[in-house]
Structure formats: structure tokens, C-alpha cells
């Protein structure tokens, strides 16, 4: 099977846009949650309770999924009113000049209690940002597409964040190697931040290229735009919204399971050295990298709620394998079991792109699209780091496993719900 559409260097140009700026916004989103799961809390938080320290670190990493449905709605107004282009160029300044601050905010040591209040804050800025970047990227990509491959460009926003996690992981690992503890904990941990404003540069060049989307000049030609798009969305597609959120949960619970909980139980409990584990995901990865083509090609092919169904009956059966996998001392097997549970999120993330946007009219796609894609990251991931750390806690690893397949089955029946092909 081909899998290479045939596309003008325009087409092409839209491909990279709706992947550089997804990839840029999630390398931002990725290195804060590898930096929640090593060393947020020692700088951030008062280091007389090191286990409150890595719970505190973990419930700043779930407050940017709060306001990611803000973002949604504020971003998504104006991508449904004013347009596509302008509004994602928006959405990467905000997030870029919130992670630049990040990463030269004081510590706990030189600003006491005001520290983590600032960074609560500057993490909410990049929960906005984000909001506002994946449905202006599908539709970007989908709303461009030729008919038949509207999967397959809207693959391209879905492969930005394995890319952006590649390169976080990949900073955090030479920073590892290069520097001792005691320096990547002083100033090492924020050269990823600081360097992020450089790749927002080119990611707003590349924005402000393009043309805006011949689905929405269309809506603008024929003054078919909505007061308060959220309003008009609210009011006709609630139960799409609510549904597509559920949807979304195995993808956010399944990648947040492999790196972020996952990388915090390693190194601090099965004592697997930083680098080490840096490089297993690194490897693992590839996994999602390799699945998110194949997938949105599928679901081309043989529709998109099969694949999804497939991808989360599999998610739940994987469930069960986490306790067994981590708890068997083989860097070999934890190394597969993450690379499974990231090739799941591919399969189950790819036919995203283009399964959400066309539950939604052209004329609130930007609100619906994107509002049901950051409701889904409060259900499947804000906190998921946090829960599983109760879990393993009070029940054992057995007690996260079971957290995993219940995600999946719940995002089994809301696909179900929604419709095959609705925009």
C-alpha cells in the first residue's frame, strides 16, 4: 500500500506548518513534565517532605490540562471568527513566552512560597497556549486536505508531539550525561526552556506564511460565523464534545503512564540511573513515531472508529502486562512494555486529527475540535500521573495497570458513541 499522498508544494508547506508548531508546543509541554518527574519539586517546593515535594511537582504538571479547555474556548473563539492563521500564531507566542519564564524563574531557595505561585501561573500560560494549538493544527492540515486523505493530513499535527518528546527527552539525556546531579538540579534543567525560544521563532515564521483555510474563507464569504462560537457549539453539540473528551482519554492515560509515572517509579524505585531511562523512552518513542503514519493511512483505508476501537481493546489488554513488565528487573522488558504502550497511544491518537474535526461544522470546528481534545487531557492525563502514584502507593503497580484499562474501555464506548463521519 502507498502511503505517500500526492500533494503541490503548498499542501506540503500546510503539512509542515500544522507539524512544526504542534512539535514545537508539546516539546515546551514535555520538557515541563520530564522536569516535574526529576527536579521540579527539589527547586520549587520546601525539601522537608521529599515525598509531598514529588506530589506537589506532579500536581503542577496537572494544573496547564486545567486551563487547557480554557485555552480552547478563548483560542477557538477567535479561530472561529477571525481565522486559523492568526489565532495559532497566538497560541505558540503564549506558550513559548511562558516556558522562556519557566525557565529562568528563582527557586524555593531565593523566593520562597512566591516561586511555586509564579510557576502555578506560568504553567496555567502554557496550559492556554496549548489549548489553542492542536484544533487550529488539525484543521490546518484537515481542512486542506484532499478528499480520501483527510487522515492522512491530519497525521501530520499527531506526529509534532513524538517529535517535541523525542527532542525534550533527548535535551534532558545529554544534560544528564554532560553535567553531575548536583549542577542539572542548580541551572541544567532550565536550558531546554530557555533554548524553546528559538524554536517559537521559527514556528511563528512558518505560521505567518500561510494562507487561511478554504473551509473557513468559505464560512467567512458567506458571514455564516458565530457571535460566541462556543455558545453556538455548546448549544447543538454538547454530547459530540463530552463524547470526543472521552475518546481522548486512553491517548493522554496511556503516553503520561509510559513517561511520566513511569519515568518517576524507575529511577526512584526500581533505581534505574536517569540516563538510562532517558534512553529507554528515547527508544520507546520511535514506537508512537512509527504507529501514527500507519494508523491514519488505516484509517483512511477502513474508516476511523475501527481503528480507534482496536487500538483501545488492545490499551486494556495492555493494562494487565504493567505490573508484570516493570516489576521484572529486564531493561530489556520495561523497555518493550513502554515502546507498547506508546505504539497503543499512536494507534489510538493518529485518526484523532481527522476523527474530531469532523464531528463539528466548519463554523465552531476551531471550539469543538479543540475544546473535546483539552477536556480530554483532564480526563485521561492531569492528573494521571498523580493518581498513579496513590495507586501504586496504596494497592501496588497491579492497582495502575487496572487504571489503564479502565481509561481504555471507557474511551471504547464514547468512540461508539459518536458518529462514523460527521463534518
Given at each position: ?6 500533494s ?9 506548518a500544522?507539524?512544526?508548531g504542534?512539535?514545537?508546543e508539546?516539546?515546551?509541554f514535555?520538557?515541563y513534565?520530564?522536569?516535574a ?16 515535594q514529588?506530589?506537589n ?10 486551563a487547557?479547555?480554557l ?12 481565522g ?22 528563582p ?10 505561585v ?15 494549538e ?7 492540515a484537515?481542512e486542506h486536505a484532499?478528499?480520501g ?25 545529554g ?9 542539572f ?5 532550565r536550558?531546554?526552556?530557555?533554548a ?9 515564521y ?5 494562507a487561511e ?16 462560537p462556543?455558545?453556538?457549539?455548546l ?17 493522554y492515560?496511556?503516553f ?5 509515572f ?26 508512537m ?13 477502513i474508516?476511523r472508529?475501527?481503528?480507534l ?41 493518529a485518526?484523532m486529527?481527522?476523527?474530531l ?23 485521561g ?8 502514584q ?6 501496588g503497580?497491579a492497582?495502575v ?5 479502565v481509561?481504555a ?15
Amino acid at each position: 500500500m502507498n502511503m505517500q499522498p500526492t500533494s503541490t508544494p503548498s499542501t506540503t508547506r500546510i503539512a509542515f506548518a500544522s507539524f512544526i508548531g504542534t512539535a514545537i508546543e508539546f516539546y515546551d509541554f514535555y520538557i515541563y513534565a520530564m522536569a516535574a518527574a526529576l527536579v521540579i519539586g527539589q527547586v520549587f517546593f520546601p525539601a522537608e517532605a521529599p515525598a509531598a515535594q514529588s506530589l506537589n511537582a506532579f500536581l503542577t504538571f496537572g494544573i496547564a490540562f486545567l486551563a487547557r479547555p480554557l485555552g480552547a474556548v478563548l483560542f477557538g473563539h477567535f479561530g472561529d471568527r477571525v481565522g486559523r492563521k492568526v489565532t495559532l500564531a497566538a497560541s505558540l507566542l503564549l506558550m513559548g513566552i511562558s516556558t522562556l519564564l519557566i525557565g529562568v524563574l528563582p527557586g524555593y531557595a531565593e523566593w520562597g512560597v512566591w516561586a511555586p505561585v509564579v510557576l502555578c501561573l506560568l504553567r496555567f500560560g502554557q496550559g492556554l497556549g496549548l489549548g489553542g494549538e492542536w484544533g487550529g493544527a488539525a484543521l490546518l492540515a484537515t481542512e486542506h486536505a484532499p478528499e480520501g486523505r483527510r487522515a492522512w493530513f491530519g497525521m501530520f499535527p499527531q506526529l509534532g508531539p513524538s517529535v517535541g518528546f523525542l527532542l525534550a527527552t533527548l535535551s534532558f539525556l545529554g544534560l544528564s550525561l554532560w553535567l553531575t546531579d548536583a549542577e542539572f538540579k542548580a541551572w541544567g534543567w532550565r536550558v531546554p526552556f530557555i533554548a524553546s525560544a528559538l524554536l517559537v521563532v521559527v514556528g511563528l515564521y512558518v505560521r505567518f506564511t500561510l494562507a487561511e483555510t478554504p473551509a473557513f474563507a468559505a464560512v467567512l464569504a458567506h458571514k455564516a460565523t458565530h457571535t460566541l462560537p462556543v455558545g453556538a457549539l455548546l448549544k447543538t453539540h454538547a454530547r459530540a464534545v463530552l463524547l470526543g473528551a472521552l475518546a481522548m482519554g486512553v491517548c493522554y492515560n496511556l503516553f503520561y503512564t509510559a513517561t511520566v509515572f513511569c519515568l518517576s517509579y524507575g529511577t526512584g524505585t526500581l533505581g534505574i540511573s536517569r540516563p538510562v531511562f532517558l534512553g529507554m523512552l528515547c527508544v520507546a518513542i520511535l514506537a508512537m513515531t512509527l504507529a501514527t503514519p500507519l494508523a491514519a493511512a488505516w484509517s483512511d483505508r477502513i474508516g476511523r472508529r475501527p481503528v480507534l476501537l482496536r487500538g483501545a481493546l488492545a490499551a486494556m489488554l495492555a493494562g494487565f502486562l504493567l505490573a508484570p513488565a516493570l516489576q521484572s528487573g529486564s531493561l530489556l522488558l520495561v523497555t518493550a512494555y513502554l515502546a507498547l504502550l506508546l505504539f497503543l497511544m499512536g494507534v489510538t491518537f493518529a485518526p484523532m486529527g481527522a476523527f474530531l474535526p469532523e464531528q463539528f461544522p466548519a463554523a465552531v470546528r476551531y471550539s469543538g475540535a479543540g475544546l473535546a481534545y483539552s477536556l480530554g487531557g483532564i480526563l485521561g492525563a492531569s492528573l494521571a500521573p498523580a493518581i498513579s502514584q496513590a495507586l501504586v502507593q496504596q494497592g501496588g503497580l497491579a492497582w495502575v495497570g487496572a487504571y489503564v484499562s479502565v481509561m481504555a474501555g471507557l474511551s471504547a464506548l464514547a468512540v461508539l458513541g459518536l458518529r462514523a463521519r460527521a463534518g
